[in-house]
């Protein structure tokens, strides 16, 4: 049970975090969800999620993109709701390309997006939870930070950025009831990924089934694109007592992917 723990969860009104947030708030942490979303949008997700789980959540909206919202990300949702037990790091972009022509924006974007903004509020979460002598961080990295695919020079290098600051900040906060680890999705069903099935439909006259079925045939062994919730049990499970061993871990849940 996570009742009366406080979760910030990233990039958390659709998707992985979305079903992050429901998951925690299901074990009864209260949750602030951020987005980039109006405040008006973000408040009616956070309010469905209350309402549907007797909790308490509030909305942030920040953009990750930009370093003084990242920096201020953790004191905006103290304020909102209270200080992060628990800190998700989810909010994240994808951009693919050959190296020889990656734009250089999207380059710096996907690293402020995927990997500044997890050591910025990694670093502001961290003195709280030590005072407090317990701390759950969950950073949602991707089967892309532990093997590599073409065409993802930036989402490899946050990842498995990622990757290896989540063991290190794991290692300082050992002895300190803190844990931190790393998600490792494969292909679940999500807006991030739509731009890349929408490639491999094109080469099946649009058949998006088939586009789906070409793109895990490739490397996702379970052939299935994996539901939200599977992540979101998972991240429930790592804040938990039950986890409370698990500490610098970058566990996969990729249908086998990175088995091969
Ligand atoms: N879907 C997959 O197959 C898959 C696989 C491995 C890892 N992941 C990772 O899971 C995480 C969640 O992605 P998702 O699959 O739910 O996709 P998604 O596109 O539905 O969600 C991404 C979230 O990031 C937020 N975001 C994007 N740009 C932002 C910015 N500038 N500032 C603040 N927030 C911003 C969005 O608002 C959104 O809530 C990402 O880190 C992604 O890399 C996804």
Redesign the pocket.
């Known amino acids: 049970m996570l009742k009366n723990r406080t979760a910030l969860v990233?990039?958390?009104?659709?998707?992985?975090?979305l079903a992050i947030a429901h998951a925690l708030a299901e074990k009864g942490a209260h949750v602030v969800l951020?987005?980039?979303?109006t405040q008006a949008q973000g408040d009616a997700v956070a309010a469905s999620v209350a309402s549907q789980h007797g909790v308490r959540a509030a909305y942030v909206c920040?953009?990750?993109?930009n370093a003084e919202d990242a920096v201020g990300l953790v004191d905006a949702a103290t304020l909102a709701l209270a200080a992060p037990d628990i800190l998700v790091n989810?909010?994240?972009?994808?951009y693919t390309c050959p190296i020889e022509s990656f734009p250089a924006d999207r380059w710096d974007?996907i690293l402020a997006?995927?990997l500044s903004?997890a050591f910025h509020a990694m670093k502001a979460v961290v003195p709280g939870m030590r005072a407090r002598g317990w701390g759950r961080i969950v950073n949602?990295?991707?089967?892309?930070g532990l093997v590599a695919s073409v065409n993802k020079g930036a989402?490899l290098a946050a990842?498995h950025g990622l990757v290896g600051l989540s063991k290190g900040v794991a290692l300082e906060t050992a002895t300190q009831g803190i844990t931190v680890n790393c998600i490792?999705?494969?292909?679940?069903?999500?807006?991030?990924?739509q731009p890349q099935i929408d490639l491999r439909a094109a080469k099946f006259g649009g058949d998006r089934a088939a586009g789906i079925r070409d793109l895990l045939s490739e490397k996702q062994p379970n052939q299935t694109l994996?539901p939200?919730q599977r992540i979101g049990e998972v991240a429930a499970f790592l804040c938990s007592e039950s986890a409370a061993g698990i500490t610098g871990v970058a566990l996969p849940v990729d249908g086998g992917w990175t088995a091969q």
Not at 62 to 65: D, E, S, W
Not at 90 to 94: E, H, L, P, R, T
Not at 184 to 193: E, K, L
């Open positions: 990233t990039g958390s009104t659709q998707g992985i975090g951020h987005g980039i979303e920040a953009n990750l993109a989810n909010a994240g972009i994808q974007a997006v995927n903004a949602i990295a991707s089967v892309h989402y990842k490792c999705p494969g292909w679940t069903d999500t807006a991030i990924i994996l939200p």
